[in-house]
């Protein structure tokens, strides 16, 4: 049996809903177009946000992304040095400008890649990790599928134009909730302006990073096919949305239009966190074990995105099974949270218990399904 339990929670102090307007977003001049919560997930606006899309050099956001993954998963060090192929060397478009029969540490080879674009120093990775650019882009469609980053293929690790090389703009936005959120100490990287190798300074093409102090990353990308593109996200009032526009007309068109999405998303939306990681939500009767109870809640942080000033209740209704019989293990899941505002679910997560409950000995057992037995005939 399924027990229900329902309560209400105060967004402020004030239960009485406010009328709060939201008008309709802006067009873009864009092919396709994304706005995101990086917080609780929501997608803000959209348009064409599934059409598959050449990337161009947005693709380097999966290439640095798992290289930094080596990093943290210890892999290899910031200092490890890579070697510089002869194809790393010639690759043309942007470039960091290494040397052929060089070695270059990786860190510097990551800021190639985020901060100049660098189609040399991201070929020079790919080669490193995966043996060649081609092994390297199996890796990257890995990664993608992980990510439920569905319609999205990658070939190269640069965005070179290339037969089937496709994302679409949700993914880009999924790509870079990935990136902010597994690799914090290395999202700095992104919002760093200029980087200098090789006596060639280099200013990362971001023009938000010195129009907006709150934007901190991420990547452009242009190529003739795929236009002018831009993944951009930025932080106020504890807030951070992710923006992605695609198929813009020109390097300014692209900055001006991602600043009109985020100046909609930051002017009418804000995130509030409802409940922290395992806060004790609900503490539930346990049959046949060593414990009587065991504490239930959340295995990650929980964030609503609402509208900006909106005053009223939030309904809670937890679903759990009456009967949640040991052994228990940390982490099972035992129910479903379930949070709506005026009839309309604002989110649903598993519940799992916060502990574990052993198993009872055999006469604990033996009594405690006599008992259960006839709790369940008269439930």
């Known amino acids: 049996m399924i027990v229900s339990a329902v309560f209400s929670a105060l967004l402020t102090t004030s239960a009485v809903r406010a009328e709060i307007i939201v008008p309709k977003a802006p067009d873009l001049d864009a092919t396709a177009y994304v706005l995101m919560d990086a917080d609780s997930g929501r997608i803000l606006v959209e348009h064409n946000a599934d059409e598959r899309l050449p990337p161009a050099s947005l693709t380097k956001m999966m290439t640095s992304y798992i290289a930094v993954h080596e990093l943290e998963l210890g892999n290899v060090e910031e200092q490890t040095p890579v070697p510089i192929s002869v194809k790393a060397w010639r690759k043309g478009g942007s470039k960091m400008f290494v040397r052929e029969g060089t070695e270059v540490p990786l860190i510097d080879l990551l800021r190639g890649i985020i901060v100049q674009s660098g189609n040399d120093a991201s070929v020079a990775v790919a080669e ?72 060639i300074r280099q200013p990362n093409r971001n023009k938000l990073l010195w129009r907006d102090p709150t934007v901190d990353g991420l990547k452009t990308g242009h190529t003739e096919e795929a236009g002018f593109c831009l993944a951009a996200s ?35 939306y804000e995130t509030r966190k409802v409940y922290s990681a395992e806060d004790v939500l609900q503490s539930n009767a346990v049959w046949l074990g060593k414990a009587e109870k065991v504490d239930i809640g959340l295995e990650k942080e929980l964030y609503l995105t609402l509208s900006r000033g909106l005053k009223g209740e939030l309904e809670v209704n937890i679903l759990t099974n009456e009967f949640i019989e040991a052994p228990v293990s940390k982490g ?36 405690g399904s006599i008992k259960l037995f006839f709790a369940r005939m008269f439930a």
């Open 234 to 268: 930025a932080v106020r009032d504890n807030t951070r949305l992710i923006a992605v526009v695609m198929g813009t007309r020109s390097e300014e068109a692209r900055a001006r239009e991602t600043q009109k999405l985020l100046a909609y998303g930051f002017r009418y």
């Open 128 to 199: 490193y990790f995966a043996g060649s650019e081609e092994a390297f882009a199996g890796w990257m469609n890995q990664y993608a599928e992980r990510f439920g980053m569905t319609g999205t293929h990658f070939v190269n690790a640069t965005g070179w134009p290339a037969d089937g090389h496709l994302t679409t703009a949700g993914d880009i936005a999924r790509l870079a909730l990935h990136i902010i959120k597994d690799h914090p100490q290395y999202y700095k990287l992104y919002a760093e302006k200029y980087y200098e190798y090789n006596n």
């Open 332 to 367: 099972q899941v035992l129910g479903t949270l379930t949070i709506s505002m005026d009839g309309e679910v604002q989110a649903e997560r598993p519940l799992i218990a916060l502990g574990e409950v052993e198993e009872a000995g055999f006469f604990g057992r033996f009594w």
